[in-house]
């Protein structure tokens, strides 16, 4: 992962961090009101930020855990050369991605417990812009490979 998507996400999450203590701090001014609709609002600003919480490390648990994938298949040679055409943003020209996304899909339909396989599908999705499935692929290359890193 790059220095500045390591800066973005930590500055991001310090000030999610930051927004949901204040939440916190209002929903104990509400719930020491003692007024009925007041309790009732601040028990309700106690929940939202719990929920930020668990979001806010989900979601940094999945992208520590898929950069350490990548890593691990980067150091075993078995990541593809980026040699699509890109854009002006530097994302791939999706005609050029979505050309090589079926030798991906053929390779996890002929190995599905294969992590590596989930894995390059899933860069392939987010290189065509779908990154829904992306992430859904990515997150079963986490799931299988669990058993092999804690063996």
């Excluded at 990541?79 to 899909?105: I, M, N």
């Excluded at 390059?120 to 992430?135: F, I, K, N, Q, V």
């Amino acid at each position: 992962m790059r220095r500045t998507t390591v800066a973005g996400v930590i500055l991001m999450a310090v000030l999610l961090a930051l927004y949901l203590v204040l939440l916190g701090q209002r929903a104990v001014l509400f719930v020491a009101s003692g007024e009925p609709v007041a309790v009732i609002l601040g028990i309700f600003l106690f929940v939202l930020p719990l929920l930020g919480l668990w979001a806010l490390g989900r979601e940094l648990l999945f992208g520590i855990r898929s950069n350490e994938l990548v890593r691990r298949l980067d150091a075993e040679g078995g990541l593809p050369v980026d040699d699509l055409p890109k854009r002006a943003s530097g994302r791939p020209e999706r005609s050029a991605a979505d050309a090589q996304f079926p030798l991906y899909r053929a390779q996890v339909e002929s190995d599905p417990e294969n992590w590596r396989s989930w894995l390059l599908l899933g860069l392939a999705y987010d290189a065509s812009g779908d990154r829904r499935r992306a992430r859904q692929a990515v997150r079963n290359a986490i799931a299988l490979s669990r058993p092999a890193t804690q063996s």
